[in-house]
């Protein structure tokens, strides 16, 4: 195993979606082994040539199609040499049982949170990236009391139930009543009609994202994106299918790591919120083409797509093939962009649309997400602030409303400072933790620690009061003076100085603690109660 295998060989390992996009059409996905270069001594066999998304679904889809084939043959036949006949419910269930043991004793616990291994071997109930659970046979077949379940089977009952309620959250949005409820339903109504009341409410700035996170179960970003593309009417307006839009957003989903503290699904469905909100704007609302709406909410959905939970710095030192197949620019946002071609084209979303139109349509989704890119933050607020300054925006060309889409999309990546001060904290805290998660990783290899990643020497205060005073305030005080007059823009101003005095606050407390730490409180003389 390489010296980070534990961290990398289960997701950046499996995959990448590859260079090409454009004129090359699908076969411009491809993985490229001779441009990756040799292998890295810290990621070792994760120099390796990934697989591409093409050979992704028939490689780790075979496996399982081949266990639940032989299963079959097996149950018909009544085991591998009895006579054929009827297997009754009993037997099938003791059938069941017996894979489940041969398949923990291969390993398969390792398949439980849907992670594949690269061999493939001994996984029983595994899934494809991207893809939904597979039937739990356990739960539709056994008569197990509540408590013996493992966490397997407990994580298997959550996600399948999540299934269920966003499919038929998506039905009630689209104005269809369910022909039936199924006893999957009957534990989800009322989460189901608080997560419906919540979305009524989605085009506030006060949008409690966690609660919502919790109400769907952990599936805020599908359900969100699914209200969203009705609220716009745009799955009639591009003639979506249905099946294929829930694939999608189920593979965007899945392709977020849970175990990231900030960037994860739900950061990308705070970001998908917030460019809402922005949409909103009536600067914009009236200008935009239902083009324009839906490349700014996918990418907004999609801009942080894989992310590894480290920053291109740390990528670069380690030598990991992503920083050799973007040539150590724009690393993660161009692996984010090729991740979500690779998913519109695995998924056929977009297929029944003119080559042209689809091509099209993935050069802006790239130059959106890339805008994201943090150390471009002067190149774009520089050419905005003249925009301004020469009053030389006009919404009505097409490449001045793609330029606004891209300082939206900035402005939603970055908008934590400016929310209520319970869900900012959130945010920050997230934040630092996963900065301080790599500076640990940084240390323990004998790296050098990258900036605001040493836990010891950079606080969570002092990093907010950067974070705000260098990144924040510049690009939202120009966005002020764009949206004006906005009620949301000053909104968002005030909650931002609020938030920046209340981390200020905190920093002074913090350094009196370590100098009365440090003894220089001694002798300082009291200071009276006012």
């Not at 893809?131 to 298997?156: F, H």
Request: overall charge negative.
């Amino acid at each position: 195993m390489p010296v980070l295998g534990g961290l990398w060989a289960q997701d950046l390992g499996l995959r990448d979606p590859g260079q090409g996009v454009g004129a090359e059409g699908t076969a411009g996905i491809t993985s490229n082994e001779e441009d990756e270069g040799p292998p890295s001594p810290v990621w070792g066999p994760l120099g390796s040539s990934p697989v591409s998304c093409g050979a992704l679904s028939v490689a780790l889809e075979l496996p399982a199609l081949l266990r639940q084939l032989r299963a079959a043959w097996r149950a018909r036949r009544g085991g591998p040499q009895g006579p054929e006949q009827r297997q009754t419910p009993g037997a099938w269930r003791m059938e069941v049982e017996e894979l489940e043991r041969d398949a923990e004793e291969k390993g398969a616990q390792r398949a439980a949170d849907g992670i594949l291994a690269r061999d493939h071997a001994g996984v029983f109930l595994a899934e494809r990236r991207g893809s939904y659970p597979l039937i739990d046979l356990r739960i539709l077949n056994t008569n197990v009391q509540q408590g013996e379940l493992e966490a397997g089977s407990r994580r298997s009952v959550k996600r399948q139930l999540s299934f269920q309620r966003y499919c038929h959250a998506s039905r009630l949005l689209r104005g269809q009543v369910p022909r039936a409820l199924g006893s999957l339903h009957l534990l989800d109504h009322n989460y189901l009609g608080q997560a419906t009341h919540m979305l009524s409410k989605v085009g506030t700035w006060n949008f409690d994202i966690f609660l919502f996170e919790r109400l769907t179960n952990g599936y805020s970003l599908v359900t969100l994106m699914c209200h969203l593309l009705n609220v716009y009417d745009l799955i009639q307006h591009f003639h979506l299918d249905m099946v294929k839009l829930l694939r999608f957003l189920g593979m965007v989903q899945d392709d977020y790591h849970s175990h990231n503290p900030y960037h994860n699904a739900l950061h990308a469905a705070d970001v998908t919120q917030a460019m809402y909100c922005y949409l909103k704007e009536s600067k914009l609302a009236e200008l935009l083409t239902p083009t324009d709406v839906f490349l700014g909410l996918l990418a907004a959905a999609a801009h942080d797509v894989d992310h590894p939970g480290v920053n291109q710095p740390f990528l670069i030192k380690t030598g990991h093939h992503l920083a050799s197949l973007y040539q150590n620019t724009s690393v993660l946002e161009s692996h984010h962009w090729r991740s979500t071609v690779g998913m519109l084209r695995e998924s056929g979303l977009l297929s029944h649309l003119p080559l042209s139109m689809r091509q099209d349509m993935e050069q802006q989704l790239g130059s959106l997400i890339l805008a994201t890119d943090i150390s471009r933050q002067n190149e774009f607020l520089s050419t905005f602030r003249e925009h301004l300054n020469h009053q030389s925006l006009d919404l009505h060309q097409a490449p001045h409303r793609h330029f606004i889409l891209q300082i939206a999309l900035k402005c939603a990546d970055v908008c934590n400072p400016c929310r209520d001060w319970n869900l900012s904290r959130q945010w920050s805290e997230r934040v630092c933790e996963e900065f301080y998660r790599q500076g640990d990783i940084e240390k323990k290899f004998a790296f050098e620690v990258s900036p605001l990643c040493n836990q010891q020497e950079d606080s969570v205060p002092s990093i907010q009061i950067g974070f705000i005073s260098y990144i924040v305030e510049p690009l939202f005080e120009e966005w002020c003076r764009f949206t004006e007059p906005s009620p949301l823009s000053h909104t968002m101003m005030d909650l931002l100085q609020q938030n920046k005095t209340c981390w200020m606050g905190r920093a002074l407390l913090k350094e009196e603690e370590e100098e009365e730490g440090d003894g220089g409180g001694e002798n300082r003389e009291p200071v009276a109660n006012p």
